[in-house]
């Protein structure tokens, strides 16, 4: 059985076994990806933030600590909204239930749209990206993460572990769908090259301030092989931009 959108965090074994992946020693997501996202952010103070595919929010949990004034997450999971709600009981958050598809937008209302590692299992990033600048204030911005085009490309050199000892790029300009073989399940993700995500932002109104491949700091890891091995291939590609004035 395949896997779209949110569907398989809602298999409780699934869950739960993406949770403990997701912090576990080492996690790419808290070594690599979090402090690039950082890097890229605006100061947050006083901000409106809607974060998309917002998982168990911790993202939120950083962001009201900054001072953000308020925080909204969206998410297509039953059991990710009530992680998220357990998680943060700050009332300048809001937690929806909802696909990024079918969320009802607002205009005018966000000085932040954030996405950490979610606009891969979206299809139609060009409707989305139109209802993110929509909703956007002016001068404001969209920052997001996505698994790199490089490992979504092709799932052929995954092993029975779900560790790779080398990577097979193939078809990477047959963008579309992909099932990667992924914690016991199989996940819909969606392919897309580096110069489309550019040119998709671009064609509906963006500047690109920042794009990121997040090469791993070593100092942000305990084991040096950990670190090596991260060093071979990039996990994250990252985007920064604006909606102009
Ligand atoms: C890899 S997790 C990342 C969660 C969180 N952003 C983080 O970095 O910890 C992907 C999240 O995207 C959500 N998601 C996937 N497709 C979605 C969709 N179409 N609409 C809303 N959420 C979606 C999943 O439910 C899951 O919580």
Excluded at 70 to 94: I, P, Q, W
Excluded at 116 to 142: G, M, R, W
Excluded at 214 to 238: C, G, N
């Amino acid at each position: 059985m395949e896997y779209k959108g949110s569907s398989a965090y809602d298999q409780d074994r699934f869950f739960e076994q993406y949770i403990a992946r997701r912090y576990r020693e080492e996690s790419p997501n808290e070594r690599i990806e979090k402090p690039v996202l950082f890097e890229l952010l605006d100061d947050v103070t006083d901000y409106e933030i809607l974060d998309l595919g917002c998982g168990d929010a911790s993202l939120g949990l950083e962001l009201l600590k900054r001072q953000c004034r308020s925080y909204t997450g969206v998410d297509g999971s039953k059991n990710m909204c009530e992680r998220a709600s357990e998680h943060l009981k700050d009332r300048r958050r809001r937690i929806v239930h909802s696909t990024m598809e079918e969320y009802s937008f607002p205009l005018l209302t966000y000085d932040l749209v954030v996405s950490q590692l979610a606009i891969h299992y979206i299809e139609d990033f060009s409707t989305l990206t139109n209802k993110i600048y929509e909703t956007l204030k002016v001068n404001d911005q969209f920052a997001f993460s996505v698994q790199h085009p490089l490992l979504t490309s092709s799932f052929e050199s995954l092993t029975a572990s779900g560790k790779r000892n080398n990577w097979i790029v193939d078809n990477y300009f047959h963008s579309g769908k992909r099932v990667e073989p992924w914690i016991g399940e199989n996940v819909v993700k969606y392919h897309r090259t580096i110069e489309e995500y550019f040119s998709i932002l671009k064609r509906n109104g963006f500047i690109i301030d920042d794009l990121r491949e997040a090469a791993p700091q070593k100092d942000h890891f305990k084991d040096i092989e950990e670190y090596e091995r991260r060093m071979r291939i990039p996990l994250f590609l990252l985007f920064s931009c604006r909606k102009p004035c």
